[in-house]
């Protein structure tokens, strides 16, 4: 499965931001589809994700409120919205997946063996 992440930009801080990740050569439904994000100079985050199938969403404390996940296994595309979006928010964002059995969908990016390329998302203040 190759994954294809876009939506990124420069934004204001306050703003709203939905980022896209697109897969290809295998249809999204059969992935656990996660979210992580790098800031620079930090180590690569969970974010959050949504679980094959089923699509329910599953995130890290730290994301819970300002982050929604939303999967259209039709266009084989899941989302990221971010609202409220801060300077601290500035990363690079990544989407990954895994075929893992049901149950825990991963919280590690060593847990996902499939990556997109990343989109920088820039927040001014």
């Known amino acids: 499965v190759q994954l294809q992440a876009s939506g990124g930009g420069l934004v204001q801080a306050g703003d709203s931001l939905r980022l896209s990740c697109t897969t290809s050569?295998?249809?999204?439904?059969?992935?656990?589809m996660g979210w992580f994000r790098q800031a620079p100079g930090k180590e690569r985050e969970f974010v959050g994700g949504?679980?094959?199938?089923?699509?329910?969403?599953y995130y890290a404390d730290s994301a819970k409120g300002r982050f929604t996940i939303s999967r259209d296994n039709a266009k084989n595309t899941v989302y990221l919205l971010v609202n409220s979006l801060s300077p601290e928010d500035t990363a690079v964002y990544y989407c990954?997946?895994?075929?893992?059995?049901?149950?825990?969908?991963?919280?590690?990016?060593?847990?996902?063996?499939?990556w997109g390329q990343g989109t920088l998302v820039t927040v001014s203040s």
């Open positions: 949504s679980r094959k199938r089923s699509g329910t969403t």
């Open positions: 050569g295998r249809s999204s439904r059969d992935y656990n």
């Open positions: 990954a997946a895994n075929n893992r059995p049901t149950g825990d969908p991963g919280y590690n990016s060593y847990e996902y063996p499939h």
